[in-house]
């Protein structure tokens, strides 16, 4: 089946350790994203990449850094600049195209102990 | 600049009775809108989206929007609330491509939706 696969699903991190999640993705889509979920903020942009090699800053972008080697990968590290960690992390994927819409992960939820 | 603005926060209804979720928004284009749900600790799905064409637009599980221009609103409705329905929903505009923008989705806040027995 294609899809985006985000792991691991539930993610511990102690203060000042930097910690990778995954995101991968097997529907041949150019663009990847990381928005980040805290309770009634909606999702906000962390970084985002349009093609491989090439990524660019979203809206929350300190503290976090990105790869974009594969196609089909796009792992995001939480840094331990990144003063509230704890959070629920989307990865999404779309097409280049105009109006076409972003297919989501099923998140990692990241708690800092 | 694009936003968007889901006006209310928690929307509560009895099953079997009609869901209205309201989202304004702004767009200096042509926007596409997009409705997902999310349940809870799960990834987003898509229910609908508007591309400029119809501007009643059909999804899955019986919801459907209707585009207004002339009110910048993209309400999403569905005839009758089921018990399955109960999650979050999320409105949101594109701004991906336009003025050389290499952007993103722009969320609105959400929706809890509530549906009792």
């Known amino acids: 089946d294609g899809g985006i696969t985000q792991s691991p699903k539930y993610l511990f991190r102690k203060e000042g350790q930097n910690v990778t999640l995954s995101c991968e993705q097997n529907?041949?889509?150019?663009?990847m994203y990381w928005y980040r979920q805290d309770p009634g903020q909606g999702l906000r942009l962390i970084y985002y990449?349009?093609?491989?090699?090439?990524?660019q800053k979203g809206d929350i972008a300190e503290g976090y850094s990105v790869s974009r080697e594969k196609k089909e990968s796009f792992p995001l590290t939480v840094t331990s600049a990144q003063k509230n960690p704890t959070a629920f992390y989307l990865c999404?994927?779309?097409?280049?195209?105009?109006?076409?819409?972003?297919?989501f992960g099923q998140g990692t939820r990241l708690t800092v102990v | 600049a694009q936003s968007v603005t889901q006006l209310d926060s928690h929307v509560s209804v009895s099953e079997g009775t009609p869901v209205l979720l309201r989202c304004n928004y702004s767009?200096?284009?042509?926007?596409?809108l997009f409705w997902y749900v999310q349940h809870p600790n799960k990834g987003l799905q898509l229910l609908l989206k508007?591309?400029?064409?119809?501007?009643l637009v059909k999804g899955i599980n019986g919801f459907e929007a209707e585009f207004k221009k002339s009110e910048t609103s993209f309400h999403l409705t569905k005839p009758s609330a089921h018990m399955s329905d109960a999650a979050e929903y999320f409105c949101?505009?594109?701004?991906?491509?336009?003025?050389?923008?290499?952007?993103?989705?722009?969320f609105g806040k959400g929706t809890k939706l509530s549906v009792k027995p």
């Open positions: 767009s200096s284009y042509s926007p596409s």
């Open positions: 990449s349009q093609i491989v090699n090439d990524f």
């Open positions: 529907l041949n889509h150019d663009a």
């Open positions: 949101v505009v594109s701004d991906r491509g336009y003025g050389g923008s290499q952007g993103n989705l722009i």
């Open positions: 999404a994927s779309s097409n280049r195209q105009l109006n076409t819409e972003a297919f």
């Open positions: 508007y591309t400029s064409a119809a501007t």
